[in-house]
């Protein structure tokens, strides 16, 4: 097989939480153009359902499934639907987060567990989901998303409670990379740096002091991140496993 059909995705099955906005929608439009059926997980149904459209247009199967990924019945749901739908899932993108900004000495309790809950505890629901189809197949490709902000501490904003989801995002990767290394199922993280997002428009005036730390001098656009995924999403990947890929413009060597 040649090397560019080694990054196709022709006939594989996927899903993606958080996809309604944001990096979670340009990785569901990347493997919808990379030949994957898409499956578009998100809490809110509106966007779910006009982004699954968005993968329709692009020839491939998809479905719209409103789930709250921090409830792990919902989580594995979203995994049967998939699989019942279209008889297996071969690719898992586990992306839905959420920020918060608080200095550590005023977080409240909720503020912790709401950061938590939704980047971390949610990640492993559905690995676990998705994992346990993927073993029984052999086969599977599981992506997180972690974040720079796993290996730096950001400036000026307070955010210890996303520093460490995101470090365990990237630890829990290692981990059960390891305890399916041997059974066909890859789990692997993709770290982004300061990636233009709605999020991201509501503090502007923060931006030039993060370029400033950028060594490319810019933000990630959502279309920065997409061919990282299409890498570890396909069979171009498959000796790749428990690796954490920083699409970050160089923000962690400085
Ligand atoms: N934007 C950045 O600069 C940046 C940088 C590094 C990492 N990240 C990470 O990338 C991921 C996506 O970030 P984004 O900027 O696209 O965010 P975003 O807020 O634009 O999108 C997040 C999506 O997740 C959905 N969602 C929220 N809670 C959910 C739940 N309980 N169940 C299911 N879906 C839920 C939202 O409805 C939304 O569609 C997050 O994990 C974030 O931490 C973002």
Redesign the pocket.
Known sequence: MGILDRFSLAGRTSLV??A?????HAYAMALAEAGADVAV????PE?ASVAAAEVAERGVRSLALT????DSDQASAMVEAVVSAWGRLDIGVN?????LWAPGEEMSDAQWRDVLS??LD?VFYCCRAEGRVMLAQGYGKIIN?A???ARIVNRPQKQVSYNASKAGVVHLTHSLATEWADRGVRVNCIS????R????DQVSHLVPGWLEDTPMGRMAETSDLQGALIYLASPASDFVTGHELVVDGGFTLW
């Open positions: 939480t958080g309604g906005q944001g990096i979670g997980v998100d809490i809110n966007t789930i709250d990924v921090r992306n839905a987060g959420m920020g939704l980047n949610a998303t974040s720079m902000s982004p740096g300061y990636t997002t709605s999020l991201v």
